[in-house]
């Protein structure tokens, strides 16, 4: 397992930007693969992006055109920022890493789009 350590939700206004951070501070191996999912009260856990050690990206549909994944693969450390934030993406965010066949998990962190 990696530890995963995320940093940056909140509340945020309808229309609103956040950015999100995630690190493996602990890790020397470089992860293959980071990302962020979302999961909202009564919904499947959902990917909002991720992202390869080589750079290869992708987005969830939801969040197409409104969020950026960005990561600094030799810190192993990764970025998401959203703009033009909606209700819709209320959520608990979380980092996930892979190494291999070595999946991981942040705690997570609270994105809160309200007035």
């Known amino acids: 397992q990696v530890q995963l350590v995320e940093s940056g939700g909140g509340v945020v206004q309808p229309g609103g930007s956040l950015g999100l951070f995630c690190a493996a501070p602990?890790?020397?191996?470089?992860?293959?693969?980071m990302a962020w999912y979302r999961r909202s009260p009564g919904k499947q856990r959902e990917l909002v992006a991720y992202?390869?050690?080589?750079?290869?990206?992708n987005y969830g549909e939801s969040v197409k055109g409104r969020v950026t994944i960005s990561r600094d693969g030799t810190q192993n450390t990764m970025s998401l920022q959203m703009n033009s934030l909606e209700p819709e993406d209320t959520a608990v965010y979380y980092c996930?890493?892979?190494?291999?066949?070595?999946?991981?998990w942040g705690p997570g962190t609270q994105v809160t789009v309200s007035f």
């Open positions: 602990e890790t020397k191996l470089t992860i293959d693969v």
């Open positions: 992202i390869t050690k080589s750079g290869n990206l």
């Open positions: 996930y890493g892979r190494i291999d066949d070595t999946h991981s």
